[in-house]
């Protein structure tokens, strides 16, 4: 039988990242000693008021279709700390509630992009972007930030990128895999492009309470972003809440409604107890968040400090998020082989950063979304594993 095309656009070589992440998750299903620092799903349980909000409206009989682009409550909520963060006027209708960031980046993908166009992605890039801007059918294009930089935004490369076709940029802001948190001035000159161009830009915005060092500037807030800025943000990093599946698209009110009908085409809306959860989240957003920020600047620091003693290897400290950047090129092996052979000799398994983009090859991510014994104990162990690569063993 055949598929339509759309089925190899799908297919995006970012999932074959992921196989490593998959063993290591079984072979600690097999009772295997193994510390997984693949992937940036909080190890924190979702706060418990959350929960309770959710169960107490599924047992109040909240299970019922609801509405399609979300109830307007929760709509308002996400629109009011989008209008302090901003500066400026938001309001529900400028506000869809959708099944986490992921599936808010397919439907602006869908609604935004044909075949024929071009779409500019800052690269290295979060692995499913490729897919997600791929199943519109328009051609993606890179613009490098280079390790060299420490992976921040090259206004030339962004520049050159961009061509009659382009229809729209993409980026994640701050930055997963590489932390980069970008500054006023880098967005200008994003917004700048845009505006010269007359291009889309969609910010992925889910590490935005995550920021260690300074505050996240949204560049939804920077002057003629408001018709042309997409933001996409979620509960999933921020709340502890991956698997509830709950994000938004914050845009023009036009955009919002040509999401309501995709919205309303594939998912017919989401689950009013996962609603009600998530107001409750909203509504305590900086006591939620501030803690867990608290949390993971802790962990940060911890596995830079160690790491950085490591001869062989070098750390890049994130400004955000909860990943670390590891150049491994001084061992002598690829980041994949590193990846593989961490794995195998240690237990502790991380991502070829070179799944992210090009530009990151030669690094692996480490996760910090464990405890502190647990990630001085890999630390340990890569430690020991570069100290043997290397001849030398780190302090
Ligand atoms: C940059 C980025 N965007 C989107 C997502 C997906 O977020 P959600 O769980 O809200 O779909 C992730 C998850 O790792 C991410 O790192």
């Known amino acids: 039988m055949r598929f339509s095309p759309f089925v190899e656009r799908i297919a995006g070589h970012g999932v074959a990242a992921w196989d490593i992440h998959h063993a290591a998750f079984q072979a600690q299903r097999d009772g295997q000693d193994v510390i997984i620092l693949s992937i940036g799903d909080p190890d924190f349980a979702t706060p418990q008021f959350i929960t309770d909000a959710a169960i107490n409206a599924l047992r109040g009989g909240d299970t019922h279709y609801a509405d399609i682009p979300g109830r307007p409550k929760l709509r308002q909520a996400i629109a009011a700390r989008y209008a302090a963060r901003l500066g400026r006027e938001v309001d529900a209708q400028n506000v869809i509630a959708v099944a986490g960031a992921q599936n808010a980046l397919f439907i602006a993908s869908l609604c ?13 890039m979060y692995v499913t972007y490729e897919a997600t801007l791929r199943a519109s059918g328009a051609t993606l294009v890179r613009a490098i930030c280079d390790a060299d930089s420490g992976f921040r935004l090259n206004p030339q490369n962004l520049s050159d990128a961009i061509t009659e076709r382009t229809r729209a940029i993409f980026l994640s802001n701050p930055n997963n895999p590489t932390g980069v948190v970008l500054d006023r001035e880098e967005l200008q000159i994003i917004a700048d492009l845009a505006i010269a161009h007359d ?9 935005e309470s995550l920021c260690y060092e300074r505050e996240h500037v949204s560049l939804a807030s920077l002057r003629g972003m408001e018709k042309r800025c ?73 596995v830079v400090r160690r790491l950085s003693d490591c001869q062989g290897i070098a750390v890049l400290e994130p400004g955000a998020g909860m990943f670390v950047l590891v150049d491994v090129r001084g061992t002598g092996l690829t980041s994949l082989e590193f990846a593989w052979r961490l794995f195998r000799e240690t237990g502790v398994s991380v991502l070829d950063a070179a799944a992210f983009g090009e530009p990151a090859q030669g690094f692996v991510r480490l996760s910090f979304t464990l405890g502190e014994a647990q990630l001085a104990e890999a630390c340990e162990r890569i430690a020991g594993f570069v100290g043997g690569l290397v001849g030398r063993r780190c302090r």
């Open 112 to 124: 935004l992009l044909q075949a024929g166009d071009e779409v500019v992605v800052l690269d290295p």
């Open 199 to 207: 291009l889309w830009v969609v910010v992925d915005e889910v590490y």
């Open 230 to 302: 997409v933001a996409v943000g979620s509960l999933s990093k921020s709340h502890a809440m991956t698997g509830w599946r709950i994000g938004w698209l914050m845009a023009d009110a036009e955009l919002i409604g040509h999401a309501e009908n995709l919205a309303l085409s594939m998912l017919y809306g989401l689950p009013g107890f996962v609603m009600e959860g998530a107001l409750a989240a909203v509504l305590a957003h900086d006591q939620v968040t501030g803690g867990m920020r608290d949390t993971y600047r802790r962990r940060r620091d911890l």
